[in-house]
T-cell receptor, first 116, second 116 residues
Framework: DTGVSQDPRHKITKRGQNVTFRCDPISEHNRLYWYRQTLGQGPEFLTYFQNEAQLEKSRLLSDRFSAERPKGSFSTLEIQRTEQGDSAMYLC??????????????FGSGTRLTVV | AQSVTQLDSQVPVFEEAPVELRCNYSSSVSVYLFWYVQYPNQGLQLLLKYLSGSTLVKGINGFEAEFNKSQTSFHLRKPSVHISDTAEYFCAVQESPDNQGGKLIFGQGTELSVKP
């Protein structure tokens, strides 16, 4: 297993366009998380899934954002009508079934979104 | 609500000198504590974690951290830094046990710059 994969690595889009990112977690991990990281800041929690169920959404996740994990494996994060403030690194992470104390919490390399 | 404060946004240091990166947290419940390192345009790599037991935790690359419950601190130290340690360092907390789904709350980050 090669870890958590995110695609694309970089995305430049025009304001108002829709974008979709994909995350492939470690195969045996049942939890999947999305974080957003803006320049000079730490990552901020957006949402997480346990299997295919989305169990929590941050208030940061406006109505323009939607995340899915249809079969409990890969996940997608879609941003509709992008705004310049959406420019950030979007990080995906997955964790092992025990989930105790961050065991097996692995991050992907992220997707850097630039909205022009 | 939990929060994390990293007291220094930037720490310049000469090669082979010791370094300490400071982290304070606030929480009304027990927490797990973590330090992550992030190299440019990459995801987060776990340096070390405190779950329970000994308050002195050793991690990868010669780093260690000490959990101080009374001062709610988890400072990261290395006795002798290398140029390759230049990176962004993040302190993070997670509620213990992970009733909150295992999400991490991050500090703002400390940029460690090691100079020859």
């Amino acid at each position: 297993d090669t870890g958590v994969s995110q695609d694309p690595r970089h995305k430049i889009t025009k304001r108002g366009q829709n974008v979709t990112f994909r995350c492939d977690p470690i195969s045996e991990h049942n939890r999947l998380y999305w974080y957003r990281q803006t320049l000079g800041q730490g990552p901020e929690f957006l949402t997480y899934f346990q299997n295919e169920a989305q169990l929590e959404k941050s208030r940061l996740l406006s109505d323009r954002f939607s995340a899915e994990r249809p079969k409990g494996s890969f996940s997608t994060l879609e941003i509709q009508r992008t705004e310049q403030g959406d420019s950030a690194m979007y990080l995906c992470a997955s964790s092992s079934p025990t989930g105790l104390g961050g065991y097996g919490y692995t991050f992907g390399s992220g997707t850097r979104l630039t909205v022009v | 609500a939990q929060s994390v404060t990293q007291l220094d946004s930037q720490v310049p240091v000469f090669e082979e000198a010791p370094v300490e990166l400071r982290c304070n947290y606030s929480s009304s419940v027990s927490v797990y504590l973590f330090w992550y390192v992030q190299y440019p345009n990459q995801g987060l790599q776990l340096l070390l974690k405190y779950l329970s037991g000994s308050t002195l935790v050793k991690g990868i690359n010669g780093f260690e951290a000490e959990f101080n419950k009374s001062q709610t601190s988890f400072h990261l130290r290395k006795p002798s830094v290398h140029i390759s340690d230049t990176a962004e360092y993040f302190c993070a907390v997670q509620e213990s046990p992970d009733n909150q789904g295992g999400k991490l709350i991050f500090g703002q980050g400390t940029e460690l710059s090691v100079k020859p």
